[in-house]
């Protein structure tokens, strides 16, 4: 009797790695919805290239899916990877530095060519040891040959046979951990039962034999058993933050009893969310694929003139083309949301890289005296939360808001308790009352919102625009008038600060090191924070989901610590920021600019650093 | 019998008309607040949407919901206008720097899509907010601040960019002929897609009398054509010039010379979808040809805004979601109720929203 080895962990991340036609992203997804069923918490980080089809074989083409499972509360989807299932040399060398020590790596044996190796780059036909991947543990599998003998009975050309080449890495792994094959083979049925039968047959031929197969050579296969994570009782699914996002503001038209459009055009890593609600007619949703980001914007403000919900979604280099409008929409005072899903810049940058870098772009990125609303998500199902409360703030405040999530959120899954309707808060949006005393500028004397009148509605008719206005609605030029509008629409928006809750401290509220953060790196950043106090450091975390207006309590939460480290993936935007606007704290600073997100580790390396000087 | 007994004055809103005295845009907005009143559609739901220039002030001088936007985008913002409340009359007020350039993007796939609105192209073949630099309409080698040696660039024909964007509906008229301007309109706003209609229209101050060689009312029988659904293309002083294809190509003929009676003249159908023909009445040009006006183009085709509504009514008539409660519930759900499981925390509580 073999002896198998189990591994129990109390998290672990699995990499999925080959060419970005090889399917890792399905791989990936299937296997964390197959844990997620089980009741796994799960945490999730595509990592793909920007070329939907770089050259085979190269690095610079490989595909990426990283999953951690665990039995606690998995805040990210853990920084180096337990397993590592490589199909072609490539994808090794794109992840060696990736892995965990010790770490399994599963590798495709028949893709370890001269052929591949050379696409790699590697200079000897050693690949492990020229990655100084000597400690690791190697498991080979023919998985192009296996899959090829497992489908010779069937009558497929090469190209779809090759395809099933994930399934057997897929199938492979569900053993590895322990997961039923039911969920996926459901899939699989679905996606290709009724349209093409013999596809679906490969695939279940392929993910079974592949499941076999490591039952059946588990002397050189360490399994890892995962435990579900006790977590809030409730109805459960895995979404991830574009979706959350769209869900969002199909939430907020439905509460505040408005259609809701979107005016978008697609750009990585946002289209998801134009997709997710265009997906949507059934709940009524306006889906306008634009021909351009400024007709993305422009139809969306046209929308929020007739009286809908509106938004656009972007990311960074199409939030650029949307700023002239944007400052049409502070001007017209219309209520919008711009969703900027950030990815690495500037220009172009990194499509596929998640960033934190439009910060300073969404405040100030416009012309004249802009200011606007600006919000954060922070994990992939909270982006549901943020995008309705953006709504409700756009809605009540009369205001564009611009909510950032980015390539991390957007693509990033996690298991999330959906909540009812009844949980979400009111909306209620400012429509004029009586045309009598209706003026476009009229405001409100606490809130200093102005009223909200649409096309159709009888006896409101009046004109707004990009001049500046008198309160009356006319054109004016005159001097006094635009110093005060200019100050009405700052205060405007500070005033939104009685719509925000109060900066939360996670920790004690004083101690050695407050460590910041904002947005899309709140689970990396907790769980370092959490490694530092289970260390007995006095550390505490403040993580803002409010850029502007800032939570009124924000200066009294940063004058119980002695250190302050702001940690952002960027060169410090909102550490400039918070010295602007909380002035007389020393501001550290924790900055990464890779394309990735934070890991644990060097957050907590950091922190120990700050704490000995 | 009307219902509402609208007059142009209904239409007119309290703002002083800033144009220069002469110009071209008050009598094109005098012929548009005719055509609304006669249209007999109710006030409350006339929208008039501009980008930037001068002829996009237009909006605070109509009494109507109006949005003055940026420059380029009326078109743009229109579009979601429309396509969120396509029970609203649009129109878009626009000119030949606003939608032919900055715009130009806009301008083509409002017109691919063909939504329903009523777009008036005024072009004067100049800028004259920024005070006379050339436009893409301008005539090659025409000499402005931005071209002291002249243009070295040819014009777009606004004509054969609307036909090439699979335009449903292209018109022309000139400012100074109000009465014509207003039939052109009338039919520009039972159009159902987008209506183009483009007005040469006249600015007194940098680019004076462009279009006189066109537009002078003394020989406007000569040198303009009057295009009507249904009716040989006839002009002339004596009413005995006219239009007919030879070799596949226009010619002017005349009725009684060369063998060439009533019945060889070409018969206008703007209706028909008759691409070649319809440009080539665009194209005509003066000295050779007299410049056409009136609806040269005007087809059938599913309507964007309405083909909206059509979708989501056919989806929702099949529908197995109908709120957003049902839709977090669809799908791959699971329930988690173990004993060592904590009680759900609502988002908003725990954020200690006040």
Known sequence: MKNTKVIELEEVAIRFSGDSGDGMQLTGTLFSDTSALLGNDISTFPDYPSEIRAPQGTVGGVSGFQVQLGKKKITTPGDLAHVLVAMNPAALKANAAFLNPGASIIFDVDSFSEKNFEKAQYKTHDAFAELNLHDFVQIPVPITSMTKESLKYLELDNKSVLRCKNMFALGLICWMFDRPLDYIEGFIQKKFGKKSPLIAEANLKVLHDGYNYG?????????????????????????????????????????????LFIGSYPITPATEVLQALSERKDLGVKSFQAEDEIAGICTAIGAAFAGHLAIT?????????????????????????????????????????????????????????????????????DCFYYAYYSAKIALERMVPVVLLTDGFLGNGSEPWRVPTMDELPPITPRRATNPELFKPYNRDPETLVREWAVPGMEGYEHRIGGLEKNAAGAVSHDPENHHIN?????????????????????????????????????????????????????????????IKPLPKNTAEVFSKFKKIVVCELNLGQFASYLRDKVPGYQYHQVNKMKGLPFSVNELVENFEKLLEA | MTKFNYTAKDFKSAAEVRWCPGCGDYAIMNAVQKTMADMDIEHKDFAVISGIGCSSRFPYYMSTYGFHTIHGRA????????????????????????????????FIHLVRRNIDLNLI?????????????????????????????????DSFVTGQLVLGSR????????????????????????????????????????????????TDPKFRAER???????????????????????????????????????????????????????????????????????????????????????????????????????????????????????????????????
């Open chain 1, 215 to 259: 039952m059946n050579l588990q002397h050189m296969t360490p399994q890892y058993i995962v435990h579900p994570a006790p977590i809030e009782k409730g109805l459960y699914r895995n979404i991830n933050g574009n979706y959350a996002t769209a869900w969002g503001f199909i939430a907020a038209a439905e509460k505040a009893g408005l259609e």
């Open chain 1, 313 to 381: 979604s972007t990311s960074g280099p199409g939030f650029a083309l949307k700023s002239e409008a944007l400052g049409l929409s502070v001007m017209a005072e219309l209520p919008i949301v711009v969703v900027n899903v950030q990815r690495g810049g500037p220009s172009t940058g990194l499509p596929t890289k998640t960033e934190q870098s439009d910060l300073l772009q969404s405040l100030y990125g416009r012309n004249g005296e802009s200011p606007l609303v600006v919000l954060a998500a922070s994990t992939p199902s």
């Open chain 1, 486 to 546: 200019t100050q009405i629409r700052a205060a405007k928006v500070e005033k939104v600060v009685d719509m925000i809750p109060d900066l939360e401290v996670i920790g004690e509220p004083e101690g050695d090191l407050l460590v910041v953060g904002w947005g899309g790196t709140y689970g990396h950043m907790i769980s370092s924070v959490n490694v530092m106090q289970d260390a007995g450091e006095k550390v505490s975390l403040a993580h803002f989901n409010y």
């Open chain 2, 75 to 106: 078109a743009a913002v229109a579009s979601g206008v429309k396509s969120a409340n396509p029970d609203l009359t649009v129109w878009v007020i626009t000119g030949d720097g606003d939608s032919l350039a900055i715009g130009g993007n806009h």
């Open chain 2, 121 to 153: 192209l005024f072009n004067n073949k100049i800028y004259g907010l920024t005070k006379g630099q050339y436009s893409p309409t301008s005539d090659r080698g025409i000499i402005t601040k931005t071209s002291p040696f002249g243009t070295i660039e």
């Open chain 2, 167 to 214: 335009g449903t509906f292209f018109a022309r008229s000139v400012d100074n002929n109000i009465k014509h301007t207003q039939e052109v309109l009338a039919d520009a706003a039972k159009h159902k897609g987008t209506s183009i209609v483009e007005v040469l229209q006249n600015c007194v101050i940098f680019n004076d009398g462009i279009h006189d060689y066109i």
């Open chain 2, 224 to 354: 303009q054509i009057f295009l009507k659904k249904g009716e040989p293309m006839i002009f002339g002083e004596q009413g005995n010039k006219g239009l007919i294809l030879e070799n596949g190509r226009l010619k002017v003929a005349i009725i009684g010379e060369n063998g060439i009676t009533p019945d060889d003249i070409l018969v206008h159908d703007p209706s028909e979808d008759n691409l070649g023909l319809q440009v080539a009445l665009i194209n005509m040009t003066l000295p050779e040809f007299p410049v056409a006006m009136g609806v040269i183009r005007s087809v059938e085709a599913p309507v964007y805004d309405q083909e909206m509504k059509k979708q989501i009514k056919t989806v929702q008539a099949k529908r197995k979601v109908t709120c957003m409660d049902e839709l977090l519930q669809s799908g791959n759900t699971w329930v988690v109720d173990g004993e060592n499981c904590s009680e759900p925390v609502k988002f908003f509580d725990n954020k200690c929203f006040g």
